[in-house]
T-cell receptor
Framework: SQKIEQNSEALNIQEGKTATLTCNYT??????LQWYRQDPGRGPVFLLL?????KEKRKERLKVTFDTTLKQSLFHITASQPADSATYLC?????????FGSGTKLNVKP | DTEVTQTPKHLVMGMTNKKSLKCEQH?????MYWYKQKAKKPPELMFV???????INESVPSRFSPECPNSSLLNLHLHALQPEDSALYLC????????????FGSGTRLTVV
């Protein structure tokens, strides 16, 4: 069966550290993978997209890697801040059906 | 305008009621979507509209009826819902999803009593 799994339900880190979130998928062959941020009671907000032929993508303090052999994407937030606290979702497009991973709730402590 | 607007923000309805959720975008996006999200779960795809035509129905019960009156509007008509249908209903749109992803609204929090 097809699955999109994110490493943990919750991740607690100290302000200033780098947060690393993992997204693993099985039985998909995505041409690209996306990461979203979701705050409580709000819709997801698009952050970054990485294609299958790209190893790494950066945007300000965010970095995404994509390993199609391992079927894994890593999402990094450097110099994390309490304002980064939210749920982060990875997502795949599979034949125009867009599926989300289970999400990781990031808590950045001051 | 770079937003997807959903109304109402909150809705409480009885199991015998008929209500509608509304979604609007003025970004010229030609694909629009309905998602359902239960607490502490990821959003689940319900329907996809492409160029105002229903292209994907993820085996959603007929008590949920989508409608796309024009390229800017998407409705979700609700009838005879069950308490387990209580959830956050999210609308999204996209144009160039391979570059800019999807734009989501803030959702309608639906409670069925």
């Amino acid at each position: 069966s097809q699955k999109i799994e994110q490493n943990s339900e919750a991740l607690n880190i100290q302000e200033g550290k780098t947060a690393t979130l993992t997204c693993n998928y099985t039985n998909y062959s995505p041409a690209y993978l996306q990461w979203y941020r979701q705050d409580p009671g709000r819709g997801p907000v698009f952050l970054l997209l990485i294609r299958e032929n790209e190893k790494e993508k950066r945007k300000e303090r965010l970095k995404v890697t994509f390993d199609t052999t391992l079927k894994q994407s890593l999402f990094h937030i450097t110099a994390s801040q309490p304002a980064d606290s939210a749920t982060y979702l990875c997502a795949l497009d599979n034949f125009n059906k867009f599926y989300f991973g289970s999400g990781t709730k990031l808590n950045v402590k001051p | 305008d770079t937003e997807v607007t959903q109304t109402p923000k909150h809705l409480v309805m009885g199991m015998t009621n008929k209500k509608s959720l509304k979604c609007e975008q003025h970004m010229g996006h030609r694909a629009m979507y309905w998602y359902k999200q239960k607490a502490k779960k990821p959003p689940e795809l319900m329907f996809v509209y492409s160029y105002e035509k229903l292209s994907i129905n993820e085996s959603v019960p007929s008590r949920f009826s989508p409608e796309c009156p024009n390229s800017s509007l998407l409705n979700l008509h609700l009838h005879a819902l069950q308490p387990e249908d209580s959830a956050l209903y999210l609308c999204a749109s996209s144009q160039d999803k391979t570059n800019y992803g999807y734009t989501f609204g803030s959702g309608t929090r639906l409670t069925v009593v």
